[in-house]
């Protein structure tokens, strides 16, 4: 079984501030792990991924993500909000092949 | 780049009225999903496909919903009796399968009046 939390439904930054959006997972698996975007009334864009390797993980729009086994986490970080990167992001694992776990969102927005 | 496309970007139908939503995965991609997201809810899993049957379906995937991969491009999800509940965006997704990603497409917005 897989599951995923992210903690904070909504998050609010500054223009130029820090980004940290939290996700936990359960897997009893070694995890795939992603992060999505999604802008209003639009599909699911991939930020970045992480499957083996480096636990570091970049991703398009200066995103990136660190991989935590010992804390089951996998927080997407980005060290300059944008006006552009308010939007709905989603944390997901699934395993080999299998289906992905989403968690419940968390909708960033940015203030100028 | 591939990308998995979905057809009709939005539907609108009766309750009680069968829809069928499109997909054409990647070319060369073996294993296939369906997922829908209720208006300002997550994404849920419905139904995962693989060497032509299902291979796992969640509790939301019942009587009501079958999928089907005609010729060897589409993959389809039919909805055969629509309820009001219905109405949500469904994404197809796809996958070669190893560590490979899911690609989603753009999913097409059901509309149940």
């Known amino acids: 079984a897989q599951s995923v939390t992210q903690l904070g439904s909504h998050v609010s930054v500054s223009e130029g501030a820090l980004v940290l959006l939290r996700c936990n997972y359960s897997s009893s698996v070694p995890p795939y792990l992603f992060w999505y975007v999604q802008y209003p009334n639009q599909g699911l864009q991939l930020l970045l991924k992480?499957?083996?390797?480096?636990?570091l993980v970049k991703g398009i729009n200066g995103f990136e993500a660190e991989f935590k086994k010992s804390e089951t986490s996998f927080h997407l970080t980005k060290p300059s909000a944008h006006m552009s990167d308010a939007a709905e992001y989603f944390c997901a694992v699934n395993t080999n092949a299998g289906k992905s776990t989403f968690g419940d969102g968390t909708t960033l927005t940015v203030k100028p | 780049e591939p990308e998995v496309t979905q057809t009709p970007s939005h539907q609108v139908t009766q309750m009680g009225q069968e829809v069928i939503l499109r997909c054409v995965p990647i070319s060369n991609h073996l294993y296939f999903y369906w997922y829908r997201q209720i208006l300002g809810q997550k994404v849920e899993f419905l139904v995962s496909f693989y060497n032509n049957e299902i291979s796992e379906k969640s509790e939301i995937f019942d009587d009501q919903f079958s999928v089907e991969r005609p010729d060897g491009s589409n993959f389809t999800l039919k909805i055969r009796s629509t309820k009001l509940e219905d109405s949500a965006m469904y994404f197809c997704?796809?996958?070669?399968?190893?560590?490979?990603?899911?690609?989603f497409g753009p999913g097409t917005r059901l509309t149940v009046l």
């Open positions: 997704a796809s996958t070669g399968g190893g560590t490979d990603t899911q690609y």
């Open positions: 992480y499957t083996t390797g480096a636990t």
